[in-house]
Nanobody
Framework: QVQLVESGGGLVQAGGSMRLSCAAS????????MGWYRQAPGKQRELVAS???????NYADSVKGRFTIARDNAMNTVSLQMNSLKPGDTAVYYC????????????WGKGTLVTVSS
């Protein structure tokens, strides 16, 4: 069992920065990938950024060059540094962990709200 807890959300002005953190506990040795998703009202939940145990990263086109994902070696924490924030970044951000298998198992945090004011 894996537990994920996000922190760092809140209100920020457009053009500002914010850092989200995710603390993971439980059976993390079987987790292959961690990442951040977000969901705005009326929209599908979308991948923002992910990182695997080898350090490979993936970003949504809309955040490339502005957001940076990072982790510690044990995958106990994952962070999302968000710079040059835009009102379109406003959403609930969820920490995610993936365990490879048939099928892939997803674990989710409860989410943290990020509001970017114009």
């Amino acid at each position: 069992q894996v537990q994920l807890v996000e922190s760092g959300g809140g209100l920020v002005q457009a053009g500002g920065s914010m850092r989200l953190s995710c603390a993971a506990s439980g059976s993390m040795w079987n987790i292959n990938t961690m990442g951040w998703y977000r969901q705005a009202p009326g929209k599908q939940r979308e991948l923002v950024a992910s990182i695997n145990r080898g350090g490979s990263t993936n970003y949504a086109d809309s955040v490339k060059g502005r957001f940076t994902i990072a982790r510690d070696n044990a995958m106990n924490t994952v962070s999302l540094q968000m710079n040059s924030l835009k009102p379109g970044d406003t959403a609930v951000y969820y920490c995610n962990a993936k365990e490879f298998g048939v099928p892939v198992m997803d674990y989710w945090g409860k989410g943290t709200l990020v509001t970017v004011s114009s």
